[in-house]
């Protein structure tokens, strides 16, 4: 069986004032065109379909056409909802979107979790907030990622019968490297769930939730997140973008990556105010939008060189962000002088993996710091 995973389409984003759906259509173009040609049996689609809870019209149209699209192809669509999308939106387009053969699974629900086509059988899981897991009794007792990790096991169980499984969720995986778009409150410690919650018995794991493309490390079965199908912010800048076919057959699981074009690719250039009219040309060739960080030395021509930058660039300039030297190095100084830089990691790791930093990997830390102070 083959299957095409994409996520985090984010319909109706804007960077400063600038819609960015028709970098989406872009994308979606060449998602359906790779879909004509390669013929899956079936698209999933983790998560943040929509970036707000209530869609502008356009964004709507863009997502149903997409739906149309494959419905044309005769294609079954699975879609969960992210943390962007609203569930009851979601659950208000779930009946017309069923004729489309789309399949919306709009939030947390042991009643209604599996997909079932023939061989394959597809546990979803849309984005567990904290208020549907819900937790009572004794469960009150439980972190967040235990919830979820009972969940998983729950849905493991639930497609324990089909030849093939597949598990498609909205969530943070600890250890998975993000871009800082994905909204940061949802991507912190506590919202992470360990790798070692997912089940061996999935033969792949399609996730959504973080915006940078990646094969996740340390889950018992092969896991991704495909990412946004376009550079969504500027810490997207420079970033690849792409989704994956996967391949589920007697021989094991193969896993292809699509790479995607760009409409507007984005780049943050920084300049010091001197070098500004030096490197104009080479940013007017640029196509996609730009953030200058501007390296202020002199107050007085300042306006000047900023209205040269928003002539020169207009609306492919989204923002300039203007930094004094002096101040960048004082807030260098605050953060970091007087705290111990192993401490400092220890926090660090503890923030990204949830547990505390094993013993070998300190020591390989520790090496590398007296290194650096010998430099
Ligand atoms: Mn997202």
Redesign the pocket.
Known sequence: MRLLHI??L?AGKTLGRVSRNPDLVYALEQVVAFAKESKPDLVLIA??VFDKANPDNESKEIIFDLFLRFREMGLDVIVIS???DSYDFMRSIKGLSRLANVHIFDRPDKNNCVFGAGPLGVACLPYPSERVLTPAGEEAKRTYGELVGAFLRYLAEKVKGFRYRVLLAHLFVAGARFTR???EATITEYFAVHPSSFSETFHYIAL????RYQEVKGTPSRAFYTG?PYQ?DFSEAGEEKGFNLIFLGESGVKVERVPLDLKNPLRVEELKQGEVMKKLEDLKGWEGYLKVVLHVEDRTTLPHVIDRLRDALSERLIRIEQVTDKQETASNGVSLQGTDPMELYREYYRNVYGTEVPEDVERAFGDLLKKAENL
């Open positions: 996520a985090d984010h998560g943040d992210g943390n962007h778009t994905e909204k959504g939730h973080v915006h946004t969504l």
